[in-house]
T-cell receptor, first 114, second 115 residues
Framework: DVKVTQSSRYLVKRTGEKVFLECVQDMDHENMFWYRQDPGLGLRLIYFSYDVKMKEKGDIPEGYSVSREKKERFSLILESASTNQTSMYLC?????????????FGDGTRLSIL | GNSVTQMEGPVTLSEEAFLTINCTYTATGYPSLFWYVQYPGEGLQLLLKATKADDKGSNKGFEATYRKETTSFHLEKGSVQVSDSAVYFCALSDGWGGSNYKLTFGKGTLLTVNP
């Protein structure tokens, strides 16, 4: 089974802090994704990466950056955390192939910015 | 651009009732369609998928048929259980242009099943 592991289930940080969310997958997947999930808004794509050191902006990249130095690890960085970044963050990975490859999700990190 | 519209919840049913959650989509090309489920406190899990018109995906008693003529992928289950209480997401992937394979999600439908 694919395992996508997010480093923290719950995280509390203060406004202005630099925050790192880590995600590791164990299936050698090429693609990795970061979403945020908010009530009434569903899942929104922040950034994704289709290869090591490659990244592309999703629908809501403002205030975030990412890093992919190794194939199995994809980090989301909040450069200067703000209260409107309080949310559930979900990481996912998928393999490259025909477009029927599903994404596999981690359990999420519930981030609170005070 | 691509979009997915699913029925707004919450949906509340009694155990053994019939479930339908409607999902319609707009996409260029020939997308693959997915249903994901999110149990409380967890991430999303793939429930079922269909990759071409008239395909039926099925898993754990849930079914959905890819209807190209109506651009729909409705989720159904004949007899729900309390353990089916979760949020259900419809999604599509068209996989055009490189290896990104982004998913477009609906907003989710909360299902509560009462004993």
């Amino acid at each position: 089974d694919v395992k996508v592991t997010q480093s923290s289930r719950y995280l509390v940080k203060r406004t202005g802090e630099k925050v790192f969310l880590e995600c590791v997958q164990d299936m050698d997947h090429e693609n990795m994704f970061w979403y945020r999930q908010d009530p009434g808004l569903g899942l929104r794509l922040i950034y994704f990466s289709y290869d090591v050191k490659m990244k592309e902006k999703g629908d809501i990249p403002e205030g975030y950056s990412v890093s992919r130095e190794k194939k199995e690890r994809f980090s989301l960085i909040l450069e200067s955390a703000s209260t409107n970044q309080t949310s559930m963050y979900l990481c996912a990975s998928s393999s490259t192939g025909p477009n029927n490859q599903p994404q596999h999700f981690g359990d999420g990190t519930r981030l609170s910015i005070l | 651009g691509n979009s997915v519209t699913q029925m707004e919840g919450p949906v509340t049913l009694s155990e053994e009732a019939f479930l339908t959650i409607n999902c319609t989509y707009t996409a260029t090309g020939y997308p693959s369609l997915f249903w994901y489920v999110q149990y409380p406190g967890e991430g999303l899990q793939l429930l079922l998928k269909a990759t071409k018109a008239d395909d039926k995906g099925s898993n754990k008693g849930f079914e959905a048929t890819y209807r190209k003529e109506t651009t729909s992928f409705h989720l159904e289950k004949g007899s729900v259980q309390v353990s089916d209480s979760a949020v259900y997401f419809c999604a599509l992937s068209d996989g055009w242009g490189g290896s990104n394979y982004k998913l477009t999600f609906g907003k989710g439908t909360l299902l509560t099943v009462n004993p």
